[in-house]
């Protein structure tokens, strides 16, 4: 097992990247879809289940586990490997993502960030300092920078403010890591849905030389096509040796085309909160299990697969338990999706070594587009 | 595998019995604990996982099934065992307890019940004969008869009514059932807190000559020397040949004690819904996970247990998943509970064949009253 930190890049098609992040906790394949697993814990899913399906990262945020059970009782408790019992590569976003969207009373200056907790309103802060060092505290793999993502629509000077200010805290998380060979702390692009401001942000932190790259406020609501552009604009500033990570993206349709143009790393909690609203990633396309038609079918969602939740359960049986919210429901669409959406990376990365990226694109795509199998004769 | 519904007396100890139940789709060692499965889940758990515990049968509640899918729904979809993917020996209850609890605008006469679904307010009726019914569409092993449990403190005569309505309805649903070699229906003896009543009873469903016998109305709030009063007034009525099914129980003190007087048969939400109310069964007695003690405790709930939610996962987690409401919480924690059930079953199991039961008794209460290990120091 490796000793330091590194990225290689396995092969190309294009500008899609097949590659591998090395650590002394093990190899990241990527391009790689990392679970959310909020606060310590994937939800409705027992880690091991998740290692099983092909996941070799997930993600931790610090905003959650901050708050509860705090950075230093898990440090105590031997870091969040020991703690949630994942002995694999943990990645942590900076906590500043869910302060501005969770948490109350945010008051923002040059310093940090200082908010009310959501869970009891205790006032916390949150500094690039104090974020790199609770990321340290959970002893995190991959820690990200602490900045500032706005919503969009936003005016040119509060885009660019943010995406300036997000540089100041990316130097100051750098100097506050340090060297660690083992670990990572990647930088932020920001600067909205404005080319020269991304680009401006792309090129700072690329001359920061950081270990690795996230491209940040994005998947916030603005059209796939906006997001698509600013990949465009972006991605060639970027170091080609480093990994790039587009955080919170996305669909499986963000994901093929963010890969199609040079992405690595991906998190979004889509799967699992879907899996717990009903809803089945599958390659048919989505499918809403709360349907009526799937009340009689005795047809699994996919009977090809090799996740047991999409291959050995009738729709039926999962129409019944979401109809009445049984734990059992979220339980196995979870399963399902987590499955699929690391199906789907395997056949991306495979496609990749293949040279063959382009027509795996158009068949994952033709189908979805065909959409699920015809609902059984009444 | 046998073709028919036997029950076979293989060891006892003072009145314990060490039994099993031969059915076509499966023994049941006794004395046995059935996880409740309401609607096809065993709710928080994947049915392999109660099948790895140890679990011969599970329970399923016809008030809910026949609510949500339906039971003609499950009929055409091949029946609960392959509805729920559980191919083992599955225990029906009539629907009438929970027709009791959970429904509005009950109307009792002789006929049956009538009602409206505490779900969607449409009104259902429920008769002996539907009971059976339903219990046969769901394809049930053990199938219950219709009766009425009615709340204690009751006036004699109230009391009495409803235990001769209970037997009239237990003739109707034996000619209901009629010949079925391989399944069984039993009935239910009532007569609330009253030794004669529940002695008539008794002597009423022996002279029927069912495949076996519970005790009703019982777990329903009264104190366990009323329980346990009730078991030694009415068990000797019953014949030593048939097992005896004590519905609703209970805790697992409530188990040795009622094992102690003859009793073969078990089922109880509490491991269940325990577990997703953050106590665990162990040992060492209930353990309240919610307790601050915990939140900085690495050490499993019992590092003796084979059951990895009590033996890999810390206190600590658990807490923190308990506090956060996190669905893995509840896994956890059913799966623990479910466990330490089986384990005492199977311990009792042992005990009854080793000649011992008093001694089991004695050791698992002591333990119990020792309770859980010294917090560790702060």
Not at 148 to 161: D, F, G, K, V, Y
Not at 221 to 250: F, H, N, S
Not at 296 to 316: G, H, I, K, N, V
Not at 336 to 364: P, S, W
Request: charged content about 25%.
């Amino acid at each position: 097992m490796t000793e330091r930190f590194s990225f290689s890049l396995l092969a190309t098609d294009g500008r899609a990247r097949r590659g591998e992040i090395a650590m002394p906790r093990g190899i990241v394949r990527t391009p790689a879809f990392m679970p959310v697993g909020t606060a310590g814990t994937v939800k409705a899913m027992y880690l091991d289940q998740v290692r099983d399906l092909g996941a070799d990262i997930i993600l931790g945020n610090v905003y959650h586990l901050m708050l509860r059970p705090g950075a230093e009782r898990v440090a105590r408790l031997g870091g969040l490997h020991d703690f949630a019992r994942w002995p694999h590569p943990i990645l942590t976003d900076s906590g500043g993502f869910q302060v501005m969207s969770l948490a109350e009373l945010r008051k923002l200056d040059e310093t940090g960030v200082t908010f009310r907790s959501h869970v009891d309103g205790s006032v916390h802060s949150l500094t690039p300092e104090r974020s790199i060092e609770i990321q340290g505290l959970l002893d995190s793999d991959i820690q990200m920078q602490l900045d500032e993502c706005i919503r969009l629509p936003a005016e040119r000077a509060e885009i660019e403010r943010a995406m300036e200010l997000s540089l100041r805290w990316a130097e100051r998380c750098r100097v506050a890591f340090g060297d660690q060979p083992g670990k990572a702390m990647f930088g932020i692009v920001q600067g909205g849905d404005l080319a020269d401001l991304r680009q401006r942000s792309a090129e700072r932190l690329a001359a920061m030389d950081l270990k690795g790259y996230a491209v940040g406020g994005l998947a916030v609501g603005e059209p796939q096509e906006v997001m698509l552009a600013i990949l465009d604009e972006t991605l060639p500033v970027l170091p080609q040796e480093k990994p790039r990570y587009l955080m919170g993206v996305g669909t499986p349709d963000d994901i093929i085309k963010s890969v199609a143009r040079g992405i690595d790393m991906f998190d979004c909690v889509m799967p699992t909160r879907a899996g717990r609203h009903g809803l089945a990633y599958t390659r048919f396309g989505k499918i809403n299990l709360k349907n009526a038609r799937h009340a009689d079918d005795p047809r699994p969602l996919d009977e090809t697969s090799d996740c047991p939740a999409a291959r050995d359960y009738s729709r039926a049986y999962l129409h019944h338990l979401v109809k009445t919210n049984e734990s059992l429901g979220g339980m196995l669409l979870t399963w399902n999706n987590l499955a699929y959406y690391q199906q789907l990376m395997a056949g991306i990365r495979a496609a990749i070594e293949a040279k063959r990226y382009d027509a795996f694109c158009a068949e994952v795509t033709e189908a979805w587009a065909k959409g699920d199998m015809p609902a059984l004769a009444g």
